[in-house]
């Protein structure tokens, strides 16, 4: 079985539909993946555990998605030099901007390469980590080419009232 370079982790099952999106991506680039439940409030000791083992496990990129409080994507960046991609989850109180600010504004030293709010954010998590394992694999590259290549063609040039 291929190795798992990529880890999804999320604070919730109620994150799942969100990150489903950089998931669905990695598994249309032939890209393995686990996916987990790993909250920076609720599991503490589980964030801990994750990100002391990740180097040793052979992850090489993680993302991390919460809503919220969303120190999850932060936390785990403090705890392992894996590089940590962040999706702000759209949230109902504040959507989203408070997930996105708890992401985005951490202090020197522990960055989180955070994405936009919401499923268009976790899309693109799934395709930027493709995109860092690509600089090393070939087959990856070159798939990765074609997903890029069949976007720009499915654009129409004219617009129709349709
Ligand atoms: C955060 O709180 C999670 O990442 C989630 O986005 C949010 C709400 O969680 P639930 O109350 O739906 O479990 O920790």
């Known amino acids: 079985m291929a190795e798992t370079k990529v880890g999804i982790i999320m604070g919730s099952q109620s994150d799942w539909p969100t990150m489903k999106e950089a998931a669905d991506v990695l598994d249309e680039l032939g890209v393995p993946y686990e996916a987990r439940i790993v909250s920076a409030h609720r599991t503490p000791d589980r964030l801990w555990d994750y990100g002391k083992t990740a180097v040793d496990r052979g992850l090489q990129v993680i993302i991390a998605g919460a809503g919220g409080a969303a120190h999850l994507p932060g936390m785990m960046a403090s705890k392992t030099r894996v590089p940590v991609i962040g999706v702000p989850v759209q ?53 990765l080419d074609a997903w890029r290549a069949a976007l720009s063609a499915s654009i129409p040039e004219v617009p129709t009232d349709d």
């Open 91 to 143: 949230t109902k109180a504040l959507s989203g901007v408070d997930s996105l600010y708890s992401i985005l504004q951490m202090p020197r030293g522990y960055p989180v390469a955070t994405m936009a709010i919401g499923g268009a954010g976790a899309k693109n998590a799934g395709l930027l980590a493709a995109q860092m394992l690509a600089m090393h694999d070939t087959a990856l590259a070159e798939r």
